[in-house]
């Protein structure tokens, strides 16, 4: 991931990175060797602290800062970041509430706010179409909950005495609509095998991603002379 990231993004002075949901640092603790600062921040508060233990455990990064909050109300001021990463957490933004989809499209907005003018967003998630997670759900495991409109899964689910389901991912069409609310300029990327080991990104362009991509992906993972960034 930092690799792409060093290739797509601009870097300015004084980069700012804000790691949104960043769990206990595992990735922060990379992005932190990049940024000029960096505030890595998740709702949990265990986390937070298991982010800073990890940190302080790396020599010479003192540019981190773990600390708790919630990216449905960003503890920061306007125009603050350079780049907010938001990885494998828009799906647990709201997952609890009664409108899991506005707290994210806030969550959204909350990114937006705090970005500087030419900031940039990374964000990843779990294909709602992907076919096995159309018949199980990656994160609740409910069968076929991506598969039915959102009302009926959550009605489905609180009929079996289950908690609502509240982990939405998206298609690429829904996720491009929630974007589009706060953003002007969207690229998607195909991360091959998994967004968590992002080993090749496939530029998708104006669709979902297509067989072939899975394809040439799987080609070059054997080996191929293709830099990762030309590969689509
Ligand atoms: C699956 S982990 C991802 C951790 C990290 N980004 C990574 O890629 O390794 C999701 C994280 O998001 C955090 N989280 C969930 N809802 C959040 C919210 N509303 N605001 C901030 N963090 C949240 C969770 O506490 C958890 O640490």
Redesign the pocket.
């Known amino acids: 991931m930092l690799g792409f990231l060093k290739h797509e993004v601009r870097k300015s002075r004084n980069f700012r990175l804000l ?6 640092g ?2 922060t603790i990379a992005l932190s060797e990049w940024a000029d600062s960096l505030c890595a ?4 508060a265990e ?1 937070a602290k298991a982010c800073g233990r990890a940190i302080s455990a790396v020599d010479g990064r003192l540019n981190v800062d773990c600390l708790r ?4 109300a960003l503890p920061f001021r306007d125009e603050s970041f350079d780049l907010v ?1 938001l ?3 828009l799906e ?4 609890i509430a009664n409108d899991p989809y506005k ?1 994210q499209r806030i ?1 959204i907005g909350e990114i937006a706010r705090v970005l500087r003018p030419a900031g940039y967003l990374y964000t990843a998630i779990e294909n709602r179409l992907f076919p096995g997670f159309l018949i199980l759900d990656p994160h609740t495991h409910y069968l076929l909950a991506n598969a039915m409109p959102r009302g009926l899964a959550r009605l489905l689910s609180k009929l079996t005495k289950r908690p609502p389901f509240g982990n939405f991912i998206y298609s690429y069409w829904g996720l491009r609509k929630m974007l589009t609310a706060s953003f002007s300029k969207i690229r998607f990327y195909l991360p091959l095998p998994h967004y ?1 080991i992002p080993i090749r990104m496939i530029p998708a362009a104006q669709s979902e991603p297509q067989p072939s991509h899975y394809w040439t992906a799987w080609s070059c993972l054997q080996g191929c002379d293709l830099p990762w960034h030309m590969i689509g």
Request: hydrophobic share 40%; aromatic share 4%; glycine share 24%.
């Open positions: 790691d949104l949901g960043a769990g206990e595992g990735i921040l998740d709702k949990d986390n909050g919630l990216g449905e990463v990885n494998g957490v647990w933004i709201g997952s707290v969550a968590h």
